[in-house]
C-alpha cells in the first residue's frame, strides 16, 4: 500500500488506470461474494483518495463512486455500511475545484432507502439505519456549500430526505418518547447508537444551511409526512419537529416556516377538528419562537387566516349542531367539543401571538380584531356572518372578543388615548351595549386592561365596601395633560356607556362587579376635579334609575345598582379624602347596614338574600343625597354647581347599531329627586304628556333654552373637535362669504356716465384694484 501511494503520488497522471483496476477487481470480488478482497479493495480506494490531492483525481473519483455505489446496491448489510463509510470518508474531502457534471442522485436514493431499513434484526436494523443517516449528511455537506450546484435542494431529492429523517425521529420517539425527549436521549452516550439523535442532528444541520430560495422545499416535506402518518392528532411529535425548524433556521426566514403553516391550514379546512387543532398546536409553538424575533410581513397575514379559520369553526359546531336535531345523532355532540378545543387553540394563539407583538403593532392588531366584529343589523365588516344567524354571530363576537382579550392582556401604553384611540374606542364601547351579558363583560373586561396601567385590577376584584382604602397600596400618578384631554373628548361616552350597561335587565352579579371595577379604575387613573364630579353625577343618575325603576328592572337588579352605588362612593371619598364627603357616605353605609342591607354588596350579591317588596322613595336617609354631597364637597374647594344638572347619557349612532331593539327609552325624561324638592310634586310627576302641554312649555321657555343649547353645543364643538374640521368649516364660510360680497358688489354698483375716483375693494381673499368708485344703493355695504 505504500509502494502503491507512493506511486500514485509521484505519477498522479496514472491515478484513473489504478482506480479502474482497483474498480474492475472489487466488482468481480463482489459478484463472487470474496468479501475480503472487497474490504482489501476498498481500503486501497480510501487510501488513495485521501492522499492524493491533484486535478487528475476527477477520474478517480468516478471509479471510486462507481464503487461504492456497487456496495450499496449489494443486499449484504456489512457492504453497505462499508460503502456508506467510505462515502463520508469522501464527502468530507474539500476539492479544490468543484465537478458540475457529477450528480448524487443515485445516491439520495439509496442512503434514504437504507434509512427505511425493515430487517429482522434489530441491531442489524438499527446499524443499516444509522449508515443511511450519515449516508444523507454527507450528500448534504458535500453539495450544500456548492452555490452552483444546488440540485439537493430540488423538490425530487428533499421529498426523500426529510421524511427519511423525520422517519428516524419519530420511531424512536414511539418507542421511548415517555423516557426523554428526542433531542436528549437518554439511552446510551454514542450518538452512533441512537438513529433518533443522528436523524436530528442531520436534520437541523440540513435546516441551518437552508437559504431563502429554498427554505419552502425543505419544510414541505414534513406536512406531507406528518399527513401521510397522521401525526397532527396527537401532535406531540409534530410540534417538537416544528420547534426543531424554528430553532434551526436562520431568524429572518421565520416568517417563511409560518406562511407554510398557514397555507398547509388552509389545505387541511375540512379535515376532522382534531387535525386543525393540531396545527393551530403547532402554528403558535412557531409563533411563540419567532415572535421573539423577526416575523416579517406575516401578522396580518397570521391573523386573518386565524380569525378566517375561526369563523369556518363556528360555521361547523352550528352546522353539526343542526344535523343533530334533524337526526337525533348524539355522536355530533362529540364533533361539536371538538370544534370548541379548535376555537380554544385559535384564541390561544391569538392571543399569544399579539401579547408578544412590540406596542405599536398590537395596538394595529387591536384595531384590526375589533374590525372584524361583527355587529347585528350591518354588514360593513370583512368577517362574514350573515350566513350563520343570531347564535352564530354572537358565538363569533364571543371568540373575537376573547381573543382582543388576551392581545391587550399586558398592554401598556403611555396614554390612554394611544390605548384607546376613537376608532378602536367607538366599535368596542358599542358592543357593550349589545343585548348579552357575556358580551358585555368580555368588552369591560378588555376596557380594563387598557385603562389599568398600574396594575389595580387585581386589587379591586369583588364588590364590596372597603373599609380602609389605603390598604390596598394603590399604585397612581399624577394625570397627564394627554389623559385631561382624553376624558374630556370621551369621557361622557365612557360614562354612558357605564350608565347603559347598569340598566340591562340580564345583569348578573359579575356584570355589576366589572362595572364598579370600570367606576373605580376611571377615579384611579383619570380622575382630576372635574372628572370627579361627572363620576359622581353618574353615580347619582345611576341610584335614580333604582329608585324610580322607569325600565321596570327586576328587584336583583335595582338593588344591586344600589350596592354598586353604595361600594364605588366609599371608594371615591375615601381616594379624594374630603372628610365631610367620607363622612356623609359612611353614615348611609351605616344606616342601610341596620334598615336596608340588601342596598349593600355584601348581602344582595349572597347565595339566599330576602329582596324587599318595593322601594320607599321617601326614606332619604338610605341614599346619596346630592345636596349634601355639593356641601360636602364645595367646603373643600371643588366646583360643585354641575353637581345640580342630572346627568344624562349621550348615545351615538354606533350605540344605536349595536342594538336590536330601540335605544329610544334611554332617552326618557329624568326625574329630578335631588333634595330639596317637593317629594309628593316628584310622586304626582307622571301626568300624561299631550301637544298642548308640550305647546305651552315651548312657548314659555322655548326659544331661551333653544339659545342656551346653541350656545352649549358651539362651546361643546371648539372644545372637542378636531382642529382640522373645525378649520375647513371655517374656510368654507370664509369662501361662501366671498362668493356673496362678490355677487352683492356686481349687484349694488351702478354705472353712471362718468366715475367720480377710483377705490381698492377687498372682499374675502379677492383683492380688487382701481374699481370706478359709482353711486351705491346700499351705503352701509361700504362700511362693511
Known amino acids: 500500500m505504500e509502494k502503491l501511494t507512493f506511486y500514485a503520488v ?28 472487497v474490504f482489501i479493495a476498498m481500503e486501497a480506494l480510501d487510501q488513495l483518495l485521501m492522499a492524493c490531492h491533484s486535478q487528475s483525481i476527477k477520474p478517480f473519483v468516478e471509479s471510486f463512486l462507481h464503487m461504492v455505489a456497487k456496495l450499496l446496491e449489494s443486499g449484504e448489510p456489512k457492504l453497505q455500511v462499508l460503502g456508506t463509510n467510505s462515502f463520508v470518508k469522501f464527502a468530507n474531502i474539500e476539492e479544490d475545484t468543484p465537478s458540475y457534471h457529477r450528480r448524487y442522485d443515485f445516491f439520495v436514493s439509496r442512503f434514504s432507502a437504507m434509512c427505511h431499513s425493515c430487517h429482522d434484526d434489530q441491531e442489524i436494523r438499527d446499524e443499516i439505519r444509522i449508515a443511511g443517516i450519515r449516508g444523507i449528511q454527507g450528500v448534504v455537506r458535500k453539495t450544500v456549500n456548492d452555490e452552483l450546484r444546488a440540485t439537493i435542494w430540488e423538490p425530487q431529492h428533499m421529498d426523500k430526505i426529510v421524511p427519511s429523517l423525520l422517519y428516524n425521529m419519530q420511531k424512536i420517539e414511539d418507542a421511548d418518547s415517555r423516557i426523554g425527549p428526542p433531542s436528549s436521549p437518554t439511552g446510551g452516550g454514542d450518538k452512533e447508537e441512537n438513529p433518533a439523535a443522528l436523524a436530528e442532528n442531520c436534520f437541523r444541520e440540513l435546516l441551518g444551511r437552508a437559504t431563502y430560495g429554498n427554505m419552502n422545499n425543505a419544510v414541505r416535506p414534513v406536512f406531507a409526512h406528518l399527513d401521510h402518518h397522521r401525526l397532527w392528532d396527537g401532535n406531540e411529535f409534530a410540534v417538537s419537529c416544528f420547534k426543531i425548524i424554528m430553532y434551526s433556521i436562520q431568524a429572518q426566514y421565520s416568517h417563511h416556516v409560518i406562511q407554510e403553516i398557514l397555507r398547509h391550514l388552509d389545505a387541511c379546512k375540512r379535515d376532522s377538528p382534531r387535525v386543525r387543532a393540531g396545527i393551530i398546536q403547532v402554528l403558535l409553538e412557531a409563533v411563540a419562537i419567532a415572535a421573539k424575533g423577526s416575523i416579517g410581513p406575516t401578522v396580518l397575514e397570521v391573523f386573518n387566516t386565524l380569525l378566517k379559520h375561526l369563523r369556518l369553526s363556528v360555521d361547523f359546531e352550528l352546522g353539526d349542531r343542526r344535523s343533530s336535531m334533524d337526526s337525533a345523532n348524539h355522536s355530533t355532540s362529540t364533533k361539536e367539543s371538538d370544534e370548541k378545543i379548535v376555537q380554544n387553540a385559535i384564541i390561544q394563539t391569538i392571543g399569544f401571538f399579539g401579547s408578544n407583538l412590540p406596542d405599536y403593532q398590537r395596538s394595529e392588531i387591536m384595531m384590526f380584531v375589533m374590525g372584524k366584529v361583527p355587529v347585528f343589523g350591518t354588514t360593513s365588516h370583512t368577517l362574514d356572518s350573515s350566513q350563520l344567524g343570531d347564535l352564530g354571530t354572537r358565538r363569533i363576537q364571543i371568540m373575537l372578543l376573547r381573543s382582543l382579550l388576551m392581545v391587550t392582556s399586558g398592554y401598556n401604553a403611555k396614554t390612554i388615548a394611544a390605548a384607546l384611540p376613537a376608532p378602536f374606542l367607538d366599535p368596542l364601547l358599542s358592543q357593550s351595549l349589545m343585548e348579552d351579558s357575556e358580551l358585555r363583560q368580555l368588552v369591560l373586561e378588555v376596557l380594563h386592561n387598557l385603562i389599568d396601567r398600574h396594575d389595580n385590577r387585581a386589587k379591586l376584584r369583588g364588590i364590596r365596601i372597603i373599609p380602609d382604602v389605603s390598604d390596598l397600596k394603590i399604585k397612581r400618578d399624577k394625570i397627564s395633560r394627554q389623559d385631561v384631554s382624553f376624558m374630556k373628548k370621551h369621557g361622557q361616552q365612557l360614562y354612558g356607556h357605564i350608565y347603559q350597561g347598569c340598566k340591562e335587565e340580564d345583569n348578573v352579579q359579575k356584570n355589576f362587579e366589572l362595572l364598579y371595577t370600570s367606576l373605580a379604575l376611571l377615579t384611579i387613573e383619570l380622575a382630576n376635579e372635574e372628572v370627579v364630579i361627572d363620576l359622581i353625577r353618574v353615580a347619582v343618575a345611576l341610584q335614580d334609575i333604582a329608585i324610580l325603576n322607569e325600565d321596570n328592572l327586576p328587584m336583583f337588579n335595582r338593588c344591586s345598582i344600589m350596592a354598586l352605588v353604595a361600594a364605588y362612593l366609599n371608594f371615591l371619598s375615601q381616594m379624594i379624602a374630603v372628610p365631610a364627603f367620607c363622612q356623609h357616605v359612611s353614615k348611609v353605609i351605616e344606616i342601610r347596614t341596620l334598615e336596608a342591607p340588601y342596598f349593600l354588596p355584601e348581602t344582595i350579591f349572597r347565595d339566599k338574600c330576602s329582596l324587599p317588596k318595593s322601594f320607599e322613595r321617601d326614606e332619604k336617609n338610605l341614599f346619596f343625597l346630592t345636596q349634601k354631597i355639593a356641601e360636602s364637597l364645595g367646603g373643600s374647594g371643588y366646583s360643585v354647581e354641575r353637581l345640580s ?30 333634595p330639596g324638592n317637593n317629594a309628593e310634586g316628584q310622586v304626582n310627576n307622571t301626568e300624561e304628556i299631550t301637544f298642548e302641554a308640550l305647546k305651552k312649555a315651548i312657548d314659555n321657555t322655548g326659544l331661551e333654552e333653544q339659545e342656551k343649547e346653541k350656545r352649549r353645543l358651539v362651546i361643546e364643538k371648539f372644545q372637542k373637535a378636531p382642529f382640522e374640521e373645525i378649520a375647513a368649516q371655517c374656510e368654507t364660510k370664509a369662501n361662501l362669504l366671498h362668493d356673496r360680497l362678490t355677487q352683492i358688489l356686481e349687484l349694488t354698483i351702478r354705472p353712471p356716465p362718468s366715475p367720480s375716483g377710483t377705490m381698492t375693494i377687498t372682499a374675502g381673499h379677492a383683492h380688487y384694484q382701481s374699481v370706478p368708485v359709482y353711486e351705491m344703493k346700499f351705503p352701509d355695504l361700504c362700511v362693511y
Request: proline share 5%; glycine share 4%.
Open 10 to 37: 509521484s505519477a498522479p497522471e496514472k491515478l484513473d488506470r489504478i482506480g479502474a483496476y482497483l474498480a474492475e477487481r472489487l466488482s468481480r470480488d463482489v459478484v463472487r461474494h470474496r468479501y475480503g478482497y
Open 645 to 674: 344638572v342630572p346627568y344624562v347619557p349621550q348615545v351615538t349612532d354606533e350605540d344605536r347599531l349595536s342594538r336590536r331593539k330601540s335605544i329610544v327609552d334611554t332617552l326618557s325624561l329624568q326625574v329630578d329627586i335631588l
